[in-house]
């Protein structure tokens, strides 16, 4: 990645929930709190955490966790969206609270919204630092937050140490960065149960976004779909025609919100470490090992 002409340092910006369920679904059930409620996702979390601050030692960081499947303002819009994923279950919504605790135990800045989701208050932040030259590293694997890199930014999916700015996006999707939310619009994503235009996988959606460069300009242009050099393009000409405005509502979707309320100001994003008294009391309270305490105890330093 080219440092940008100003030299500043890069904001760390980490999408807390994926890596709070990542340790859930990978770490065992052996690990308790004093009340004897399961604490394996709140463990894993925080080795993670930890073993992040430890590496990079940021200046500026933020950690936002979604707050409900059900409350954003997309679910509104689109009832079924996320309504394939089941919510989590209480022991799991209870270890949510211990790792947002634990973040702020550890003096980091703590991003959370009812009506927005993780990935606006990132993207709002990467948006409003952006304008006041600070560069950002988005700390998730999730193909969405692609459509947020700009020149001096990265992605990083910290578990498979890999990391990628907007060429990679291309590299990885067949799309640039702006387009990534029309190409979700377009094929779909399962995972936020978004069905997409049927019959329109990733391939088809990357080709007619190369050729026309945007959903809008596509749907403007639809007769000239059946005549493009692409299999079956009559039958995707006559999908798009069919499912035009449902196409424009997905992008709604998946367009990652750029009005949430994100950090606006560098200084909000400041490693701001509390009391070690704090800390301590989640120690006992969540039975955290001995090295793990250790751990803590030096990040507050």
């Not at 894993?44 to 500026?60: A, D, K, N, S």
């Not at 945007?214 to 039958?235: M, N, P, T, Y």
């Not at 704090?278 to 001995?290: D, V």
């Amino acid at each position: 990645m080219n440092a940008p002409a100003n030299g500043r340092p890069a904001v760390h910006l980490v999408d807390g929930s994926m890596y709070v369920f990542r340790a859930w679904h990978s770490m065992p059930d052996e690990f308790f709190d004093a009340d004897g409620h399961p604490v394996n996702a709140v463990h894993g979390y925080t080795r993670f955490l930890c073993e992040l601050l430890e590496r990079v030692q940021p200046e500026h960081i933020a950690v936002a966790f979604d707050a409900s499947l059900t409350s954003s303002f997309r679910n509104a819009i689109y009832p079924p969206y996320k309504a394939n994923r089941d919510l989590p279950p209480p022991d799991l919504e209870r270890q949510f609270v211990q790792c947002r605790a634990i973040t702020e135990a550890l003096g980091v800045h703590l991003m959370i919204d009812h009506s927005f989701e993780a990935d606006d208050l990132i993207g709002s932040t990467v948006w409003n630092l952006r304008a006041q030259g600070w560069p950002s590293v988005i700390v998730s694997a999730d193909k969405d937050f692609g459509q947020l890199l700009g020149e001096h930014d990265e992605q990083w999916d910290y578990a498979r140490g890999l990391r990628w700015g907007p060429a990679g996006v291309h590299e990885k999707l067949g799309v640039h960065p702006h387009q990534v939310a029309d190409y979700l619009a377009l094929c779909g994503d399962s995972v936020d149960n978004i069905p997409g235009v049927p019959g329109i996988g990733a391939k088809t959606a990357a080709a007619l976004l190369s050729h026309f460069g945007s959903l809008d300009s596509l749907l403007d242009r639809i007769d000239e779909v059946a005549f493009l050099r692409l299999r079956g393009a009559v039958a995707c000409a006559a999908r798009l025609r069919e499912h035009a405005e449902q196409a424009r509502l997905y992008r709604r979707l998946t367009r990652i919100a750029l009005d949430a309320p994100g950090a606006s100001s560098i200084d909000t994003l400041l490693r701001r470490p509390r009391q070690p008294d704090q800390l301590e009391t989640l120690c006992e309270q969540l039975r955290l090992g001995a090295f793990t305490r250790s751990r803590l105890r030096a990040l507050l330093r």
